[in-house]
């Protein structure tokens, strides 16, 4: 393809799957399958590889991310982000209208949108073209975290229609519930703790020094605000519209409201319909609506005079601690659980509540017998917030947190830089071998059917199951017959978990089955902390077999793309255990796979394990292609430069930092053509 072709194909392209990606993230209406929009996406980054000098601006392709970042440069806020005003009830939103209308007089109207329980973004674009991402920071100044912003794809990287040559829009970035909950559940697969709601998860990922990651994360992003009159228009209600026309997404979710009472309408009715909603609210915003009375009522120090927010109560009630019990989870952490006096909260009747970890037990100054606040946690988790200290009586005593696991009397440990406490008797503990059990046989690990938590459970307390190797020596004769009377509970029936032939079948199929899982997939299944699927995945393409990971050192382990230091120290540590390099051998002995399966004459050892840098954007292959290539050829990727860094391949824009850092250690600095060279004799 020529020059010309290239560049109007690529033009072509990037107007196409901003199309796509408007329809499917701001109208939620998709015209295209996702399967056509990555076969697009990814011809445009092909020709964008070979043509590097038509890299536009607004290429859906920079959604993927940059350079990781070390620090966030700090901006000055050309409008300062202030924030609103609070309040709790309805006489105070009655006194708000009185003081507007002294000064405005009676011909007002107010528009109510939904405050979103996030983080609060200035966007600024510059000929159409998003230039720079700003957090409100302490409202005069903020962290530009443009390159992070880049990867939420209901935010336009380039306006449609009529637009200002400057212009900037505010909004707020927050974590649809759905993704917020698909996030922890894999965290929690991996040992990690949860994030205890989806403001900090926001909050957090916009934080991310390195943009692909932050890629990875389901952010979205709603605009509510247009600083100044930059679209010359009457009203605030006016420049939504305006917005939306631009392609930002503006919720649909407002109304404009003459009085008190219509205002006092539109809270009532979302204090019930925020549970609806895919997204967190914590309260209605109440803004003037007209624009030169915005003006004349202008700012204090802090706050606009011409909007307030009202905030939804958190649902809460107060009841009686009895006691505190303790669960194991599948990592070993240990969580105090609260055993309450009953009370009913927000329509359930809530018997037992979260204290998370010792450190919370001990910044609320928690007491058993104490009377405790109770709320739920996003709507879900109920949690003790808050102590009653005023009826705090003699009764109550204080909590020492155990210091042996409840379930196998193992003394617990805590690392300094961990909130939680941990039962280090990984492989005997009741709790942590039927949680691992639970995980190998999950659908991301080696998805064994008809297999789930009762049967594991049965199949564990008759000392069929010990470690994840036993499911391999199961026979049908030591199955059938197996059954449980499960009692029921509240007034329900009990019920039975049986195990008859045909369900007997379908396991020992779904076990011999598992066998074909690949190599990455069976790493992920033995529940190294900290080790999940993608991990998993990085450390199997990297040492290509199970015995070059148990040999593997720290060294080696961190030279390991995206691997660090926790990481590596989890797994040295995992086959540091005999009983775990028995595990494995019993896995291999039945048949299960313990290293890559790679094609014959698909690839080579030319590159005889050398590490590699990668860094830049390269005019001939992307920089995955370049990855691909080492690791097909025998070399290694890691994402930092050492002294045991073999080359460093650099393409343009690469930062100084890195050819530094290279120069410091001696590291050869070679271009992508040199390094095609190196492997051209097999290529």
Same mark, same amino acid.
């Given at each position: 393809m020529i020059r010309e072709e290239a560049k109007i194909k690529i033009d072509e392209l990037v107007e196409l799957l901003q199309k796509h990606n408007y329809n499917y993230y701001v109208l939620s209406n998709p015209t295209i399958s996702d399967y056509d929009f990555d076969i697009l996406l990814k011809e445009l980054e092909q020709l964008e590889s070979q043509f590097p000098e038509f890299l536009r601006p607004d290429s859906p392709s920079l959604r993927v991310g940059g350079e990781p970042s070390k620090n966030f440069e700090t901006v000055v806020h050309k409008y300062p982000m202030l924030s609103l005003s609070n309040t709790y009830s309805e006489e105070e939103i009655t006194d708000f209208d009185t003081r507007v209308r002294k000064v405005t007089g009676d011909d007002v109207e107010y528009v109510c949108e939904l405050k979103y329980d996030g983080l609060s973004i200035g966007l600024t674009y510059i000929n159409g073209i998003l230039e720079q991402a700003v957090t409100r920071g302490d409202g005069v100044q903020g962290d530009d975290v443009t390159n992070n912003v880049r990867t939420i794809k209901s935010i336009p990287l380039k306006l449609h229609g009529d637009f200002p040559n400057e212009f900037e829009i505010r909004g707020e970035i927050f974590l649809p519930l759905d993704g917020f909950n698909k996030m922890n559940n894999a965290?929690?697969?991996?040992?990690?703790?949860?994030? =205890?709601?989806?403001?900090?998860? =926001?909050?957090?990922?916009?934080?991310?020094?390195?943009?692909?990651?932050? =890629?990875?994360?389901?952010? %979205?992003?709603? *605009?509510?605000?247009?600083?100044?009159?930059?679209? %010359?228009? $009457?009203?605030?209600? @006016?420049?939504?519209?305006?917005? #939306?026309?631009?392609?930002? #997404?503006?919720? +649909?979710?407002?109304?404009?409201?003459?009085?008190?009472?219509?205002?006092?309408?539109?809270?009532?009715?979302?204090?019930? /319909?925020?549970?609806? *909603?895919?997204?967190?609210? @914590? /309260?209605?915003?109440?803004?003037?609506?007209?624009?030169?009375?915005? #003006?004349?009522?202008?700012?204090? =120090?802090?706050?606009?005079?011409?909007?307030?927010?009202? #905030?939804?109560?958190?649902?809460?009630?107060?009841?009686?601690?009895?006691?505190?019990?303790?669960?194991?989870?599948?990592?070993?952490?240990?969580?105090?659980?609260?055993? *309450?006096?009953?009370?009913? &909260?927000?329509?359930?009747?809530v018997k037992?509540?979260?204290?998370?970890?010792?450190?919370?037990? +001990?910044? &609320? @100054?928690?007491?058993?017998? %104490?009377?405790?606040?109770?709320?739920?946690? /996003?709507?879900?988790?109920?949690?003790?917030?808050?102590?009653?200290?005023?009826?705090?009586? &003699? !009764?109550?005593? $204080?909590?020492?947190?155990?210091?042996?696991? $409840?379930?196998?009397?193992?003394?617990?440990?805590?690392?300094? @830089? !961990?909130?939680?406490h941990y039962c280090p008797n990984e492989d005997h503990c009741p709790p942590q071998i039927k949680g691992k059990l639970e995980h190998f046989i999950s659908r991301k690990a080696m998805n064994i059917d008809s297999l789930g938590e009762g049967k594991i459970e049965m199949l564990y307390d008759n000392n069929l199951l010990v470690d994840v190797a036993d499911f391999y020596q199961l026979v049908p004769e030591e199955l059938l017959g197996l059954e449980k009377i499960i009692p029921g509970k509240n007034g329900k029936k009990d019920s039975r978990i049986s195990f008859q032939a045909k369900t007997v079948s379908n396991i020992i199929i779904g076990i011999e089955k598992s066998k074909d899982i690949p190599f990455e997939r069976v790493l992920f299944s033995l529940g190294i902390r900290y080790v999940g699927a993608t991990v998993a995945k990085k450390l199997a393409s990297h040492f290509k077999n199970i015995e070059a990971i148990e040999k593997a050192t720290f060294e080696e382990l961190i030279e390991v793309d995206e691997i660090g230091i926790r990481i590596a120290e989890s797994v040295i540590n995992w086959f540091s255990k005999p009983e775990h390099i028995s595990i494995i051998r019993k896995l291999g002995e039945a048949g299960v796979k313990l290293e890559l399966e790679e094609s014959e004459g698909e690839s080579s050892n030319i590159l005889n394990g050398s590490s590699f840098v990668v860094s830049g954007v390269f005019e001939k292959h992307s920089r995955d292609e370049i990855k691909t290539l080492i690791e097909k050829f025998g070399g290694k990727n890691t994402s930092s430069i050492s002294s045991k860094t073999g080359y460093l391949i650099a393409g343009n824009n690469m930062g100084p930092a890195k050819r530094k850092k290279a120069e410091k250690f001696g590291v050869p600095i070679i271009s992508e053509d040199d390094f095609v060279s190196m492997i051209e004799p097999i290529a």
């Open positions: 965290r929690e697969e991996i040992g990690e703790q949860a994030f =205890a709601n989806p403001r900090n998860a =926001a909050s957090g990922s916009l934080k991310m020094q390195d943009p692909t990651e932050v =890629a990875q994360r389901p952010l %979205d992003c709603f *605009l509510y605000y247009v600083p100044g009159n930059q679209l %010359d228009v $009457p009203t605030h209600y @006016d420049s939504l519209l305006e917005s #939306k026309k631009m392609g930002f #997404k503006v919720s +649909k979710n407002i109304a404009v409201c003459r009085n008190t009472n219509e205002i006092f309408e539109f809270i009532n009715d979302w204090s019930y /319909g925020r549970k609806q *909603l895919n997204y967190e609210i @914590d /309260g209605i915003v109440i803004k003037v609506n007209s624009l030169a009375q915005q #003006k004349q009522l202008g700012f204090t =120090a802090k706050n606009p005079r011409w909007a307030i927010s009202y #905030k939804f109560k958190a649902e809460r009630a107060e009841t009686k601690l009895l006691s505190i019990d303790y669960q194991v989870g599948r990592t070993g952490a240990v969580t105090p659980v609260a055993n *309450l006096k009953p009370v009913l &909260l927000a329509g359930t009747t037992r509540a979260s204290l998370h970890n010792s450190d919370v037990i +001990k910044n &609320l @100054d928690v007491r058993i017998n %104490d009377s405790v606040y109770v709320e739920k946690g /996003g709507e879900i988790i109920p949690k003790i917030v808050g102590v009653n200290t005023k009826l705090r009586s &003699l !009764e109550s005593r $204080p909590v020492i947190f155990t210091s042996h696991c $409840p379930e196998c009397g193992t003394s617990l440990t805590k690392k300094e @830089d !961990e909130a939680a």
